[in-house]
């Protein structure tokens, strides 16, 4: 199955519109959305991974492919570029 990963943090005022976004589209599209806190310790380890300096960060395929706050067109755009079946 398909998933999207949001890297976020509890200080974050922007990240929940974010995950709001994704799940609201992985109920429609059939996905899985993961949020990781970068405070912990996996999220230290993906931020490393994935030189993560900004959150929001969505990743698709271990790639960082949107910083900030997404929209629904945006979303959309970048599922059908990573092969989701939308």
Not at 19 to 38: C, H, M, N, P
Not at 46 to 73: C, E, F, M
């Amino acid at each position: 199955m398909s998933e999207v990963t949001v890297a976020t943090s509890q200080w974050c005022r922007t990240c929940p519109a974010t995950i709001r976004q994704w799940k609201a589209l992985s109920a429609q599209y059939g996905f899985t959305v993961r949020e990781v806190d970068v405070g912990t310790l996996e999220g230290r380890e993906l931020a490393v991974k994935l030189y993560i300096r900004s959150v929001p960060s969505t990743i698709i395929n271990d790639q960082v492919v949107h910083v900030g706050v997404i929209d629904r067109a945006t979303a959309l755009d970048l599922l059908k570029t990573h092969g989701f079946a939308v």
